[in-house]
């Protein structure tokens, strides 16, 4: 059963940053979902901070960091 135009562009419309990031992969062959591991230079101050703020709350510090990046 074929789908109709309308149907299309409704779900094209709900899943618009899904089939960008699938369009982005076949472009590039670099996902752009996941998680990924990278090296960081920090201050000992800030990394203790981290540390600090990581027992405090139960979290990963690299949830910590990613709240923050994104103002959550």
Do not use: C, H
Request: hydrophobic share 35%; charged share 45%; glycine share 2%.
């Amino acid at each position: 059963m074929p789908l109709s135009e309308k149907k299309i562009r409704e779900i094209m419309n709900q899943y618009r940053k899904e089939f960008e990031d699938l369009e982005n992969y076949d472009l590039t062959r670099e996902k752009s979902w996941g998680r990924a591991r990278i090296d960081l230079t920090l201050d000992r101050k800030i990394i203790k901070k981290l540390k600090e703020l990581s027992k405090e709350k139960k979290k990963a510090v690299s949830r910590i960091v990613e709240e923050a990046v994104l103002g959550l």
